[in-house]
């Protein structure tokens, strides 16, 4: 057996050691217990008892991550794009925002977005509403931007100069380069970077708990109110399990496509 | 200044509360930090030994920190731990009370996932170490022990430290989630001044601003660390 294969079937090996030590423990009065958390799991996962509508739990943190994924990824963008401009007046404040952001801790950035930005906000007579769930997805998204675009920031670095100058001398302009040589090839390099980032941003989204929203871990604490003590172990075994199975597989596919595209530097 | 009011800053009682928050936050990352360190090493270490069922248990501890929240790990070690059997029976009360203090669960939860991460740091450092140094070294003569502590670990050191720097400011960011399992550190108290004052967004400004100032305190320390360290020819020393 090779030494990855091996590798495997030991973890595989642990992996069992653990079914096999829950069954032990169901039949020696676990059982009861995970009955319990079995009965809660479709609130758990989707915020309503039967299991639909979807007005909540896991499936929102989902949400959450997509959505803040989405404002966070045309925002790093521009940050990015801004932080490598050659002019000064660009430059410098969009570094300064850029670190910024990433210097300050996500929980108490979440918690200052809840009580910066308004209730509802009048442009031009038209009303825009701010529920928790959209400053949720702001405050998430605002240090997730600002590690996207570091992320941008070194794949641009990474691309070596001589392509910058094989393409200044054939007479393109700084858009022109950007456009058709740079970030295509930067932005092969910047997917694993963004895989991660994602992953991280929902393992964050536990984090909008501050914000009043319905997501797994309000329903989490409100429901624990009535259960025993022993019971909570099985719960949050059981929350820790929904993350560690949503992120780990994202983790490795970025993984495999970081060692994909280690090779490709010029 | 647009509306905002800071007249509560003026009281010694929410001054006294800022600073012991802040003192408090610094012990906590500066204590999970340290561990975080020492764990990142021992595991990177064992993974040099490559010894398979040695490197799977690693890699498991690295995934299931890495791939679940903190404020999760922290909830779980503060409500769980003390049902499953940590806990010690007071001897003046006759009472069972938990073992481990919140400060205690924060701080151990916290080192676990800084641990995990360095872990991982320091292993892609180790793997991305110049092959042609240690084949240089080898054909010098040095012996593993002196290659290790000679050529390798100094290059080690380096490659890892802008890794590492994450790392300690992705830990001391964390420690703001303490709060939710109350520590006494600086978002807990800012919860208790916003209580006492209705101040919320000031409160919350100001505890913004007191993070990032710290935070970037860490950064340029680490980078200056980085810069004195620096031997010519090699990374940024030219």
């Known amino acids: ?266 | 200044m647009f509306g905002l009011d800071y007249s509560w800053l003026s009281d010694p009682a929410y001054q006294q509360w800022l600073l012991k928050g802040i003192l408090n936050t610094i012990e906590l990352a500066a204590l999970s930090s340290c561990a975080a360190v020492i764990i990142g090493l021992v595991g990177a270490l064992a993974l040099t030994l490559r010894i398979f069922w040695l490197d799977a248990i690693v890699e498991l501890f690295v995934e299931v920190f890495r791939n679940t929240p903190p404020l999760l790990q922290m909830l779980f070690a503060y409500f769980t731990l003390s049902t499953l059997g940590l806990k010690v029976t007071d001897p003046s009360t006759g009472l069972s009370v938990p073992l481990l203090s919140a400060f205690a669960c924060a701080s151990i939860s916290l080192s676990l996932f800084g641990g995990a991460l360095a872990i991982e740091a320091f292993r892609s450092g180790i793997e991305t170490m110049p092959r042609s140094i240690i084949e240089a070294a080898r054909s010098l003569g040095y012996s593993r022990w002196s290659r290790f502590w000679k050529v390798e670990a100094p290059i080690a050191a380096r490659i890892c430290l802008p890794a590492l720097t994450n790392i300690l400011t992705n830990l001391f960011k964390t420690t703001s989630q303490a709060s939710v399992i109350t520590v006494p550190e600086l978002m807990y108290y800012a919860g208790q001044i916003y209580n006492d004052t209705f101040r919320t967004l000031e409160v919350m400004i100001l505890v913004l601003l007191i993070y990032v100032s710290l935070v970037s305190i860490v950064t340029f320390a680490m980078a200056r660390l980085e810069r004195w360290m620096a031997f010519p020819g090699y990374g940024k020393g030219h």
């Open chain 1, 1 to 266: 057996m090779t030494y990855e294969n091996k590798k495997r079937a030991v973890l595989l090996l642990i992996a069992l050691a653990v079914v096999a030590w829950i069954a032990v423990d169901a039949a020696a009065g676990g059982a009861q217990y995970w009955a319990r958390v079995w009965l809660r799991l479709p609130l758990l996962l989707t915020g309503s008892g039967s299991g639909w509508p979807i007005t909540g739990g896991f499936i929102l943190n989902i949400l959450l991550s997509i959505a803040s994924m989405a404002v966070a990824t045309a925002l790093g963008t521009v940050m990015g794009l801004a932080t490598l401009a050659k002019s000064p007046i660009i430059r410098l404040p969009s570094f300064f925002i850029m670190n910024f952001l990433r210097n300050s801790p996500w929980l108490v950035l979440l918690f200052a977005m809840l009580y910066i930005l308004p209730f509802e906000m009048k442009v031009f007579g038209l009303v825009i509403p701010f529920p928790p769930f959209v400053k949720a997805v702001i405050g998430l998204a605002l240090p997730t931007a600002a590690n996207f675009s570091e992320v941008i920031r070194g794949a641009v670095q990474s691309i070596h100069s001589g392509q910058w100058e094989a393409s200044r001398s054939l007479g393109y302009t700084q858009m022109q380069i950007y456009r058709y040589v740079i970030l295509p090839q930067a932005f092969r390099r910047m997917i694993p970077g963004w895989m991660n980032l994602y992953a991280l941003l929902m393992i964050a989204t536990a984090l909008a708990t501050v914000t009043g929203i319905q997501d797994v871990l309000t329903i989490l604490n409100t429901s624990l109110a009535m259960e025993s003590d022993r019971v909570i172990v099985y719960f949050y075994l059981t929350i820790l399990f929904l993350f560690f199975a949503y992120c780990y597989p994202i983790a490795i596919f970025a993984r495999r496509l970081e060692n994909a595209v280690k090779g490709d530097n010029l």
